[in-house]
């Protein structure tokens, strides 16, 4: 694997997790907050939930998602690096 498509990769990687980041940051705290709000975790409603507590845990989920892949990514790069020695 090349350099380029290593980056390549990696920023197709960052793009999605950005966009879920978005969607949870911006999608459910704020805009979908009055629709989410028919439900109930925990005793809170749920856009409230999300809003304070939620798209924390959801962050944290995206920060191990990234590490995950972008090892297997490094993997993959050194066995196809040991093949080509």
């Given at each position: 694997?090349?350099?380029?498509?290593?980056?390549?990769?990696?920023?197709?990687?960052?793009?999605?997790?950005?966009?879920?980041?978005?969607?949870?940051?911006?999608?459910?705290?704020?805009?979908?907050?009055?629709?989410?709000?028919?439900?109930?975790?925990g005793?809170?409603?749920?856009?409230?939930?999300?809003?304070?507590?939620?798209?924390?845990?959801?962050f944290?989920?995206?920060?191990?998602?990234?590490?995950?892949?972008?090892?297997?990514?490094?993997?993959?790069?050194?066995?196809?690096?040991?093949?080509?020695?």
């Open positions: 694997m090349s350099p380029q498509d290593y980056w390549k990769a990696n920023l197709k990687l960052l793009a999605v997790l950005l966009f879920i980041w978005f969607v949870i940051s911006f999608g459910f705290g704020i805009v979908f907050s009055d629709f989410l709000d028919q439900f109930s975790l005793g809170f409603k749920l856009g409230f939930w999300f809003a304070q507590q939620g798209s924390i845990y959801g944290v989920i995206l920060i191990f998602v990234y590490v995950f892949a972008m090892h297997r990514l490094e993997k993959k790069i050194n066995k196809k690096e040991e093949e080509n020695e």
